[in-house]
Nanobody, 121 residues
Framework: QVQLVESGGGLVQAGGSLRLSCAASGRTFSTYKMGWFRQAPGKERDLIATIRGNGGSTYYADSVKGRFTISRDNAKNTVYLQMNSLKPEDTAVYYC??????????????WGQGTQVTVSS
């Protein structure tokens, strides 16, 4: 089964930018639809972005649309989340996950360990 490891989190000032990475094991990475989720303390884990295996058909939650960009490099088995114009309300633990291909909303199958993003006001 695929293993996922997130990195790139940290402390950033409001208005700043951060890029998260999710490195995947295996040789079938390009077959997986991938997603980024985030979870703030005491809150539900929410889907914020998805991308198909071929890099098309991206989705963004309204809360991040226009500020965040999901991308992938299948040659490197890596998914990225570029986060711009960060707000304090973006503070959360961010997780990447493989997703079932056709369910709506997409269902996570395998999770990374998460990386903390903290945005100061």
């Amino acid at each position: 089964q695929v293993q996922l490891v997130e990195s790139g989190g940290g402390l950033v000032q409001a208005g700043g930018s951060l890029r998260l990475s999710c490195a995947a094991s295996g040789r079938t990475f390009s077959t997986y639809k991938m997603g980024w989720f985030r979870q703030a303390p005491g809150k539900e884990r929410d889907l914020i972005a998805t991308i198909r295996g071929n890099g098309g058909s991206t989705y963004y939650a309204d809360s991040v649309k226009g500020r965040f960009t999901i991308s992938r490099d299948n040659a490197k088995n890596t998914v990225y989340l570029q986060m711009n114009s960060l707000k304090p309300e973006d503070t959360a633990v961010y997780y990447c996950a493989t997703l079932s291909p056709y369910s709506v909303p997409p269902q996570a199958q395998a999770w990374g360990q998460g990386t903390q993003v903290t945005v100061s006001s």
